[in-house]
C-alpha cells in the first residue's frame, strides 16, 4: 500500500514563506509526475506545480516567480517552496504522485491528506 504524508502547512502572513514536503512509502517500483494541487473553499481544486522525472516543471501564472518544486527521487519526495505568500495562496494543498507499485503495474494517482496553508493580510 502506498501513501503520502504532507508536511510543512500552517499559518503566515503576507509576504512570508512557507515550504512543503511530500514523502511516498510503501511498495513503490517507479515515479513519474509529482505535483502539488490547491483547493481554497468554494473553489475547484487547481494545480499549483508539477515535476517530471527529468526534472521539467509546469506552473500555475498564479505562482510563477514566487514558488518553486523540486524532487528528491532517491527519497520519494517532492518540495514546494513558496514565498511572497499572498492571502490568496489560502487553501488546502495537496500533494500528487503518478507511479507504479510494481513493475508489472499501472500507473496510478497517489494523493497526499492535505495540508492546510493560511496567509494572513
Known amino acids: 500500500q502506498v501513501q503520502l504524508v504532507e508536511s510543512g502547512g500552517g499559518l503566515v502572513q503576507a509576504g512570508g514563506s512557507l515550504r512543503l514536503s511530500c514523502a511516498a512509502s510503501?511498495?513503490?517500483?517507479?515515479?513519474?509526475?509529482m505535483g502539488w494541487y490547491r483547493q481554497a473553499p468554494g473553489k475547484q481544486r487547481e494545480l499549483v506545480a508539477s515535476i517530471t522525472t527529468g526534472g521539467s516543471r509546469n506552473q500555475a501564472d498564479s505562482v510563477k516567480g514566487r514558488f518553486t518544486i523540486s524532487r528528491d527521487n532517491a527519497k520519494n519526495t517532492v518540495y514546494l517552496q513558496m514565498n511572497s505568500l499572498k492571502p490568496e495562496d489560502t487553501a488546502v494543498y495537496y500533494c500528487n504522485m503518478r507511479l507504479k507499485a510494481t513493475g508489472w503495474g499501472l500507473l496510478s494517482d497517489y494523493w497526499g491528506q492535505g495540508t492546510q496553508v493560511t496567509v494572513s493580510s
Open positions: 510503501g511498495s513503490i517500483f517507479s515515479i513519474t509526475a
